[in-house]
């Protein structure tokens, strides 16, 4: 039974740990009530609180709690002893307060000190189980008891795990740097991908003048020389002119085409030419005859 108590309160206690801060030596607030009832039962807080949480404890009470059992007389004598060697939480209350009310002002509502309480006061239990993150312990027929968490702690709780899943805020517009880094950089590949594709603008150094390919053009009047050398229109001479033209076109391969035509045009007109008036000469001569 008392494993399986502690192993309940173990778990109670990492959800103080976990969602709540809780860290060793855990601090417990003490009042007359519950000092009384250790007395009773001859309980050893120093030995007893720590077992309960499997941990070291840092044990505390208040002046008022004190002053409380001081004024309760001889039957509070011992707990009032044990309350004057306990460390005093300054809870700055003059005149003294009841416990209840000045437990209450030390937790405030948020219990941002992080102290568990001890008390047999149920009243003063359930306020204090409005206030989320707040241990609470009790005697119940000689054992002390670690309270289960109270639904406003377990909610509170529940609500400190949702916040830790989030990213927090500088986490945030880490994120969202992020996001805007990568969709500027998204846009500039895209442009640059639009960039690419567009026609490279042609390079000056390789802009020349591409020059005519006339080689076989070339040929073809050269092989076409042969027929013209042939032909009675043309005489041998001015076949060798034609052919010596040609050789010499033949060499400048730079010429362009046109220069060709015009070349092998010249040389066949001059010759036609020349053929005709060689022919009125011949006329003249046999009619003078
Ligand atoms: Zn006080």
């Known amino acids: 039974m008392r494993v399986k108590r502690q192993k309940q309160q173990k778990k109670i206690m990492a959800v103080y740990t976990n969602s709540f801060q809780f860290r060793e030596p855990f601090q417990v607030l ?7 009832a250790a007395n009773l039962m001859n309980s050893n807080l120093e030995e007893s609180i720590p077992r309960i949480f499997a941990a070291q404890v840092k044990l505390m009470t208040t002046n008022c709690v004190h002053v409380e059992l001081k004024t309760l007389g001889y039957h509070y004598k011992v707990p009032a002893s044990i309350a004057a060697s306990m460390e005093k939480r300054k809870c700055n209350h003059y005149p003294p307060k009841s416990p209840a009310e000045c437990f209450q002002g030390i937790l405030g509502e948020e219990n941002k000190f ?6 047999q006061d149920k009243n003063l239990r359930s306020i204090l189980r409005k206030i989320p993150g707040t241990p609470l312990i009790y005697i119940n027929k000689s054992v002390m008891i670690l309270e289960p968490t109270s639904p406003a702690t377990t909610k509170r709780a529940e609500e400190l795990e949702l916040e830790k899943s989030k990213p927090l805020s500088h986490e945030k517009i880490l994120v969202l740097k992020k996001a805007e880094l990568q969709q500027k950089e998204s846009e500039s590949n895209l442009a640059f991908n639009n960039k690419k594709k567009k026609p ?12 005519p390919k006339i080689v076989p053009k070339l040929v073809a009047k050269l092989e076409a020389a042969p027929l013209i050398k042939e032909s009675d229109t043309v005489s041998k001479v001015k ?11 033949k060499r400048k391969k730079d010429v362009n085409l046109s220069e ?15 053929k005709r008036k060689r022919r009125k000469s011949n006329k003249k001569l046999q009619s003078t005859d």
């Open 114 to 119: 992080r102290y568990c309480v001890a008390t």
């Open 30 to 36: 003490v009042d007359g009530t519950f000092l009384n």
């Open 260 to 274: 060709i035509d015009e070349s092998i045009n010249d040389v066949m007109s001059t010759s036609i030419k020349k």
């Open 239 to 249: 076949s060798q002119d034609l052919e010596k033209t040609l050789t010499s076109l």
């Open 200 to 211: 490279a603008a042609p390079n000056p150094l390789s802009c020349k003048k591409k020059k």
